[in-house]
């Protein structure tokens, strides 16, 4: 008797490791990494060539005068000019250091406001709105007003980076609170996390994803309000990227002009990328991403 | 609202409800839910609730486990247990491992972190999921799923299980393997458990005692002792003969709503 009961679990065990291994098969698709690497990279170099390739025949076509639309052999000589000197490390740090200070102070705000917002009907109901609102407004439409506030100073373009890219912050963090699925809440709450602790467990893992892309869209808004900012404060001593822009169209310099153009661009991808790589890795985990297509 | 007060029958029940109303909407738009519904569940005893579409069985459940108020009636849990709840979906979180899933309300019970590991080991032998730790809920299968979900109510250590359906989506080789799985925990842990279905061959295959709700509003109709030795087999002619039984009351029912 006691030999039956144990050749029947041993069966059970045997029926459901047998069902798991069916029904899991086929569910892990190897792609080596450098596949997938080379598969997300070649597009990319093609898409660069066709465009440098372009602006070539652009040049070739004679439509403006070489020195206000110079080739890109010209700008890229004038790149690794720039590269080889300090005032581009100058200006880029002077850049990045601002775009630092304003980012991580507008995802402060963005993520108490946005927290507020989403907890509290009062204030979903005097501001949910406005935040939406205040995201529409063109970030250069604020420059005059800043300019009166704290004339051309670094805490004109720091107000300007901040009501850039806080809003943005702040509607991704009150997106993800709301499509929390309910169904985990409730699983959540039935496993005894109440208050903050159905925050830390629940919520904000959820919504993860959603203030990750609110984050990622602050970024670009702060990015382009620190530019035009500095384009328009320019001369308060430091030679940062938009005050370079600034000046070598002063100089009509236009190889320094489109190399300074080439070096924002870069920053902004690599920062995208870096924001691309954390999306997939949440994704990847949240199991919301398709291992084979990207 | 109405609001029955029948002292229970014994109260050693490990849930008992009495009279229990529970209403959504106001005014016009009000439907009653569940209208004066008593049941005693008896420690270690397996129900099965049954009932078609608009019986109020999950809202049962619901109330059960604190997840809603009623506005009638009472609600008992022997020792005041907080129940474990099971959904038809399987409501793991999608961005923990299955070890970190089951860990979870282990954590928020305060347990140390070797207890907790030793505790997550333990639970995972228990539904077969020794091999799969280190995966997160999406490589799984709905079966594994659902066995997860199982693990991670267990961690409650709690005596009462309500079941809202936990194997309605699965297909049928599956949710007969679960069945002897379930009825297995169920007798080693001396678990009490309430368990919703639509399916009554389910019901017959799992329960002590079958309960039939009726539809619009929810009321205890008819139930019935299944008196089928254990373990069991779904296509067995004992549980066979209770499930067409059941059938033809619930069909009733449902006739009911007709012209």
């Known amino acids: ?294 | 609202m109405t609001s029955t007060t029948t002292t229970p029958e014994s109260a050693t029940a490990a849930v008992a409800l009495s009279g229990v109303t529970k209403v959504y909407g106001r005014g016009t738009n009000a439907v009653l839910a569940l209208d004066g519904v008593s049941l005693d569940v008896r420690p270690g005893e397996f129900v099965c609730l049954v009932g078609a579409s608009g019986c109020g069985k999950s809202t049962l459940l619901n109330l059960v486990a604190g997840l809603d108020r009623a506005q009638g009636g009472t609600i008992t849990v022997a020792d005041d247990a907080h129940p474990g709840l099971m959904f038809q979906e399987p409501a793991l979180f999608p961005w923990l491992t299955v070890e970190a899933n089951v860990e979870v309300p282990l954590k928020l019970r305060g347990l140390p972190r070797a207890a907790r590991r030793e505790r997550v080991a333990e639970l995972l032998r228990t539904v077969h999921l020794s091999d799969f730790g280190r995966k997160r809920p999406h490589e799984l299968s709905g079966g594994m799923r659902q066995r997860v979900a199982l693990a991670r109510t267990l961690a409650l250590d709690t005596p009462v299980l309500l079941m809202d359906e936990p194997f309605g989506a699965l297909d049928a080789m599956t949710r007969d393997i679960l069945h002897d799985e379930l009825e297995r925990i169920w007798t080693e842990r001396q678990l009490t458990v309430l368990f919703v279905t639509h399916n009554v061959r389910e019901a017959a295959r799992l329960a002590d005692r079958i309960i039939l709700l009726s539809s619009r509003p929810g009321r205890i109709i008819w139930s019935t002792e299944v008196n089928v030795s254990r373990p069991r087999r779904i296509d067995s002619p004992e549980v066979s003969a209770i499930a067409s039984e059941v059938t033809d009351r619930l069909r009733t029912e449902v006739g009911r709503h007709g012209k």
């Open chain 1, 1 to 294: 008797m006691a030999n039956d009961t144990l050749t029947d679990a041993a069966r059970a065990d045997a029926e459901i490791s047998g069902l798991d291994a069916l029904e899991i098969a086929g569910r892990e698709k190897e792609v080596s990494r450098g596949a997938r690497l080379w598969a997300s990279t070649w597009p990319k170099l093609a898409a660069f060539a066709i465009a440098i390739g372009l602006w070539q025949v652009v040049v070739w076509s004679g439509w403006k005068p070489p020195y206000s639309l110079p080739g890109p052999v010209t700008v890229a000589e004038e790149l690794a000019r720039q590269v080889g000197g300090r005032q581009l490390w100058d200006g880029l740090a002077t850049t990045l250091q601002r775009a630092a200070l304003g980012y991580i102070f507008s995802v402060a705000v963005g993520l108490l406001v946005g927290l507020a917002v989403a907890r509290s009907k009062v204030l979903r109901a005097a501001i949910g709105s406005m935040i939406t609102a205040l995201q529409t407004m063109p970030s250069i439409a604020w420059f005059p007003l800043a300019i009166l506030l704290f004339e051309l100073s670094e805490k004109a373009i720091f107000f300007v980076v901040v009501l850039g890219a806080a809003p943005s912050i702040a509607n991704g963090v009150i997106s993800g609170v709301d499509y929390v699925p309910p169904l985990l809440v409730r699983a959540g709450r039935n496993l005894g996390a109440r208050g903050l602790n159905l925050y830390r467990y629940v919520i904000a893992p959820a919504a993860l994803p959603a203030i990750v892309a609110g984050l990622k869209q602050g970024w670009a808004f702060s990015w382009r309000s620190l530019m035009a900012g500095e384009l328009l404060v320019v001369g308060i001593s430091q030679t940062s990227l938009g005050a370079q822009l600034t000046y070598s169209r002063e100089l009509s310099d236009a190889p320094w002009l489109l190399a300074t153009m080439i070096v924002i661009l870069v920053v902004g991808l690599v920062v995208d990328a870096a924001f691309g790589a954390a999306d997939r890795t949440i994704r990847r985990r949240w199991g919301v991403l398709d291992q084979a297509g990207q």
